[in-house]
Structures are given as structure tokens and as C-alpha cells.
């Protein structure tokens, strides 16, 4: 699910609809829920991102059961009622006027829409304010039913859980005879021939430049050289920062962002500056990447590139909502329950030459999509 199984009329349906789960079913009012969770000092509520939809909760171990009773009536049971559903429209779409106001984003959006054209990935997950409008609540109400179809759900948990006994309460609870949409096909992005080149009008006194590449997808083992290079790039400890920041005074911000994805994802340089350095700050990311491609990075900076890695992996397991997601997704996604456990090693094995070999890959910067946010 997700913005992948989205289009432009349907843009922005699998947030609204994540938020809408828990707003109202055919047995629970919006407040019925809300007071029982809190009774039961528990949390429960819907995600949706690039590539799915989905739904998580947390409970002791005591409150289990009734946990899993409201979870299945939001999951299985959500009506969407017209009131609540207009007023988390009118949310998505306050969030979305106000996109202007997180310029940064802005330019990353509109890089991604030109990275991507026709596909999803160049969609935004809010939506646009023509989309949201026009979704209707019956097909809401379709899609979350067959996008969350018995059969179609990965499940996981961590922590105080017995495996056969949760998973024989899971199947007393679910419902047969469901219709179900299939996921959504994987989607060829067509190549970039050479530079696009978008300018945008900022309305604040600021410069948001964005150079995008079309990246890899979460099989490839390429995918974790550029995750090191993206950490080895940015951070305040990153090329980008000490460089374009510290020696040339040229941003208040800058960054490099990898996301893979089911289809290929990207790769991403971002500065923020003043409008008087927006030429010249565009000119240092370009000869920042010329350094990548120009030779190995240097062992002390992989290594720390790598370790700090390893430590954002090792947090992000740390919290049991965060290894229950990190199985469910994996699983999901056809990498397996256990690709966690060959996360770490992976990126701790990347060498100089697999970094320079996907740079050299990805990104060329004879064709990519250079964007620029500033005032007139």
C-alpha cells in the first residue's frame, strides 16, 4: 500500500485512511476507542508511508487480549463516519497549505516529482489539495478493506508474547471471506537522459537547493554503500558540513539523503543558504560530488561513516515497537524476518571500492534534477 499504490486522483488516501482507522467502527465510537485505550493505557493507531499500510499497538502484557479485540475491530470494522472523516480532511489539508512554511521539503518534493515523473515515488504521502478533496468516502472504505484483507497481512511482535499463543488468538479473531486488491507491480522508472533543472519562487528570504539522483532499490546489495555514503557525506561530522559550513560559511543546513525503496529510490544533496550564495553554494555540492567520484574515500572517514551506523541500527532496535516493525516490514517486503540480523554485517563490510563503485553508478551528474527554491 502506501504512496506506491496510489495515483494522482488517489494521492494522499493511504494517510488519510491510516488516520481514520481508529476514528469509528461498527461496534465502537470515535470517543469508545479513544477512553478504552487510555483505560487500558495502551496506543494504537494506523502508519502509511512510500510503500505501506498499515497498523501497530502497544499494551502490557496483562491487557493483551483487549488490546487485540480493539485492533481488530479498527482494522477489520472502521467506518470512516462522514463527520470525523471531514474533519481529518481538513487536517490533511491544513498540513498540506502549510508545506509552504517547510521550504526544505518544498524543494525535496518537487525533486522527487521530477526524479520520478509518472511514477508514485514522485507522489508526496499528504497528497495534493485537488486529491484530497476528491476522495470519496466509499472508496476510502474499499481500500482499507482490500489493501487490509485477511491473507494479505504480515504480522509481527516483540516482547512479553508467547509466538503459538498470539498467533492462535490472531486467527480466532480474523474473518474469512474478505475481498482483497492485489499489491501493487513493481513500476520501471524511466531513466534521466540529463540535468533537469527546476526553479521554484521561494516566499522567505532563503535558498533550498536539492540535487537528486535516481538511487536503488532495498534488494540491491549497492543499497548499503550508499547508505555509508550518505552518513559519510552528511551529519556535522559529514564532507558536506565541514566543508560548505565550517570552511566556506555557505549554509545554515546542508545534508545528503539515501532512501531505497520497492522500485528504485534516490539519492539526494541538500543545502539551505542565503540568496546571495545560492550560485555558489550549488557550485560546492557539485564539487563535493566530484571528489566522490573522483577516488576512495578515505579510511578514517568510512570508519566512522560505519560506526555510527552500527549505532543508529542497534538504537533502532533498542525499543520493542521498533523491532516488531523492523520484522513486519522485512517480512513484508519479501526480505525475510531475519534481514535484520544481516543489516549490520552488511554495512560493516562496505568497502572504499563498493562506495566509489556506486557512486560512480548512480550518481552521474550529467543526469540528475537540480532544484533550486529562492526568491526572485
Not at 533543472?197 to 549497492?222: C, N, S
Request: proline share 5%.
Amino acid at each position: 500500500g502506501g504512496v506506491r499504490a496510489e495515483d494522482p486522483a488517489s494521492n494522499g488516501r493511504s494517510r488519510l485512511v491510516a488516520q481514520m482507522l481508529t476514528r469509528g467502527t461498527t461496534r465502537r465510537s470515535s470517543d469508545e476507542i479513544a477512553k478504552e485505550i487510555e483505560t487500558l493505557a495502551a496506543g494504537l493507531g494506523g502508519f502509511a508511508g512510500r510503500n505501506s499500510l498499515g497498523m501497530h499497538a502497544t499494551a502490557l502484557t496483562r491487557s493483551r487480549d483487549a488490546v487485540l479485540d480493539l485492533l481488530f475491530d479498527t482494522l477489520y470494522e472502521a467506518t470512516l463516519p462522514e463527520p470525523e472523516l471531514e474533519q481529518e480532511r481538513r487536517v490533511q489539508l491544513e498540513e498540506i497549505r502549510h508545506q509552504a512554511d517547510a521550504p526544505a521539503r518544498q524543494a525535496l518534493r518537487a525533486m522527487a516529482a521530477a526524479l520520478y515523473g509518472s511514477h508514485p515515488y514522485g507522489q508526496d504521502l499528504l497528497g495534493t489539495a485537488e486529491s484530497v478533496r476528491g476522495l470519496r468516502r466509499e472508496d476510502l472504505i474499499a481500500y482499507a478493506q482490500g489493501r487490509l484483507a485477511p491473507g494479505r497481512l504480515v504480522w509481527a511482535a516483540a516482547g512479553d508474547v508467547d509466538a503459538d499463543e498470539l498467533a492462535a488468538a490472531i486467527v480466532a479473531r480474523t474473518p474469512a471471506g474478505r475481498a482483497t486488491l492485489d499489491p501493487p507491480a513493481p513500476q520501471p522508472v524511466a531513466p534521466l537522459q540529463d540535468v533537469v533543472r527546476v526553479r521554484l519562487k521561494a516566499e522567505k528570504q532563503q535558498a533550498h537547493l536539492a540535487i537528486g539522483f535516481r538511487g536503488t532499490t532495498m534488494y540491491r546489495p549497492d543499497r548499503y554503500a550508499l547508505d555509508v555514503l550518505a552518513t559519510l557525506l552528511g551529519g556535522q561530522g559529514g564532507r558536506l558540513f565541514l566543508e560548505l559550513r565550517d570552511r566556506q560559511s555557505l549554509a545554515y543546513t546542508v545534508s545528503a539523503l539515501h532512501a531505497d525503496g520497492l522500485d528504485e529510490g534516490y539519492f539526494a544533496l541538500y543545502i539551505g543558504t542565503s540568496p546571495d550564495k545560492a550560485e555558489t553554494a550549488l557550485a560546492g555540492l557539485y564539487a563535493e560530488l566530484d571528489k566522490v567520484l573522483a577516488g576512495p574515500v578515505s579510511v578514517g572517514e568510512l570508519d566512522r561513516a560505519r560506526r555510527y551506523l552500527a549505532g543508529a541500527h542497534a538504537i533502532g532496535l533498542q525499543r520493542r515497537a521498533g523491532r516488531a516493525s523492523t520484522l513486519c516490514l522485512n517480512e513484508l517486503y519479501g526480505l525475510g524476518r531475519e534481514a535484520y540480523r544481516g543489516h549490520l554485517d552488511a554495512l560493516l563490510a562496505v568497502t572504499a571500492d563498493d562506495i566509489l563503485a556506486a557512486a560512480r553508478k548512480h550518481l552521474d551528474p550529467r543526469r540528475c534534477v537540480e532544484v533550486v527554491l529562492a526568491p526572485e
